[in-house]
């Protein structure tokens, strides 16, 4: 199993609608948790953080966590072809030192 | 502030050879974190500096590989002995206490 998964895509959604991410993780005592949106040939760039369990709003966007069922995910409102890219979830722990694991990211397509 | 910046941005090596790559992070940040990325995949963690300690590091880093941040400001990751495999992004980040983690723009490393 992997430490943290993702569904690879690609999510195609028309341009305006809701774009829907979701990452698992593995390890319990991960303590925060990023959203990071990578174009292609460049490096990631952070959109959120999100530390407690519940909802956080930030523009069109929205991290939700669940630490009982170790799930995180992303919305997206409002989708633009702008937005299209790779969304990779990071998993934060520390154990000594700070270890941050990322998923393989999902590819997401906004169709215009 | 300018952000992380790497250096090289490209490094073509012959298999065999040694590389070198700089990292100056965001000067305000005490957290810094390399990773490699192939095609397809989410960064892989390979270690972790709070100041110039090294608390974190990945099995990788037992082998060819190794970095240091001797002065807590800019740091320095190395491969001996290069293969093929090798080639890949290398990406540096850093972070302030929040762990949100802001990226430099990558070295691209060939090994041909």
């Known amino acids: 199993q992997k430490e943290v998964e993702q569904n690879s895509g690609p999510l195609s959604v028309p341009e305006g609608a809701i774009a829907s991410l979701n990452c698992t993780y593995s390890d319990r005592v991960s303590q925060s948790f990023f959203w990071y949106r990578q174009y292609s040939g460049k490096s990631p760039e952070l959109i959120m953080s999100?530390?407690?369990?519940g909802d956080k709003e930030d523009g069109r966007f929205t991290a939700q966590l669940n630490k009982a069922s170790q799930y995180v995910s992303l919305l997206i409102r409002d989708s633009q072809p702008s937005d299209s890219a790779t969304y990779l979830c990071a998993v934060n722990r520390y154990t000594g030192g700070f270890k941050t694991i990322f998923g393989a990211g999902t590819r997401l397509f906004v169709k215009a | 502030d300018t952000g992380v910046s790497q250096d090289p941005r490209h490094k073509i090596t012959k298999r065999g050879q040694n590389v070198t790559f700089r990292c100056d992070p965001i000067s305000e940040h005490n957290r810094l974190y390399w990773y490699r990325q192939t095609l397809g995949q989410g960064p892989e963690f390979l270690t972790y500096?709070?100041?110039?300690?090294?608390?974190?590091k990945s099995r990788l880093l037992s082998d060819r590989f190794s970095a240091e941040r001797p002065k807590g400001s800019f740091s320095t990751l190395e491969i001996q002995r290069t293969e093929q495999g090798d080639s890949a992004m290398y990406l540096c980040?850093?972070?302030?206490?929040?762990?949100?983690?802001?990226f430099g723009p990558g070295t691209r490393l060939t090994v041909t």
């Open positions: 999100i530390y407690s369990n």
């Open positions: 980040a850093s972070s302030g206490r929040t762990n949100e983690q802001y």
């Open positions: 500096f709070q100041n110039e300690a090294q608390l974190e």
